[in-house]
């Protein structure tokens, strides 16, 4: 049997966990209410790069720290260099273009001349969802499925 005193302080333990639900809840429409801009940012040789010299030869390490507080604060989503030699690439998702523009700027890539680049919004589609409704309702490839794509 529960005594008075342990029932109020059920009672009031999950009173306590259900406002933190809510408020966690809250918490997350409020920053889910704010729309992020993805922005794809390829970068090319610059004037500093080492002529001969692959990426991974390249003078990048403070790059690479950055790049990573970038990840850990969630501003980049994805990121690599490009197989070719050519540069790299980053994914960002930020506030707007002057913030891309920002984080662009302060690159310690781009500050030294190893690297140039050029930034782009990007609106990602959600292909995923796409091949499910077209499978669900017809074979891949088949005049049947002709449904209205995002860029029809």
Sequence with gaps: ?????????????????????????????????KPKITFLVIYRPGPAWLPGKSVSEQPLKEHGRYMLGLYVKGSM???????????????????????AKAIVAADPAVKSGVFLCEMHPWELKPW??????AKSSAQPGTPADAKPLPHD
């Design 128 to 133: 995923g969802k796409y091949a499910k409704k």
């Design 77 to 99: 989503k994805l990121a690599g260099p490009l197989t070719d030699n050519a540069g790299g690439a980053i994914l960002l998702e930020v506030a707007g273009e002057s913030e």
């Design 1 to 33: 049997m529960m005594t008075n005193h342990k029932a109020t302080s059920l009672v009031f333990g999950l009173a306590v966990l259900l406002y933190s639900a809510q408020s966690l809840t809250a918490t997350d429409e409020k920053q889910q209410i």
